[in-house]
């Protein structure tokens, strides 16, 4: 089993950053990849990036050049720096873990994790 908690969000004007980080616990240390996955007042969730065991990372095109997703390890903590945000950027944000036993998958489809945190709000204001 594992636990997932995010902090990091708040409010920004259009242009401006922020660092989600999402701290985790438990059984971290199997063959799971890490995800962030965000959802807008109104819509479905859906995945922004992830990143695999090997640490290579694979983004949305929504987010891509603009959202960096890293991992250390020791810590067992996982950062999305978010720059240049824009007003549709503005959702709850997840922290998820994906089971894999392939060293080097991951996947931003929502469908596929199997443990989720509770959200951390990002709003950016236009």
């Known amino acids: 089993h594992v636990q997932l908690v995010e902090s990091g969000g708040g409010s920004v004007q259009a242009g401006g950053n922020l660092t989600l980080s999402c701290a985790a616990s438990?059984?971290?240390?199997?063959?799971?990849?890490w995800a962030w996955s965000r959802q807008a007042q109104g819509r479905g969730r859906e995945g922004a990036a992830c990143?695999?065991?090997?640490?290579?990372?694979l983004y949305k095109p929504s987010v891509k050049g603009r959202f960096t997703l890293s991992r250390d390890n020791p810590e067992n903590t996982l950062s999305l720096q978010m720059n240049s945000l824009k007003p549709e950027d503005t959702a709850m944000y997840y922290c998820?873990?994906?089971?894999?036993?392939?060293?080097?998958?991951?996947?931003?489809?929502?469908?596929?994790?199997?443990?989720w945190g509770q959200g951390t709000q990002a709003t950016v204001s236009s």
């Open positions: 438990g059984d971290t240390y199997t063959n799971y990849y």
């Open positions: 990143i695999n065991r090997d640490g290579y990372t």
């Open positions: 998820a873990a994906g089971h894999h036993l392939a060293r080097t998958y991951c996947s931003t489809d929502p469908s596929q994790f199997n443990y």
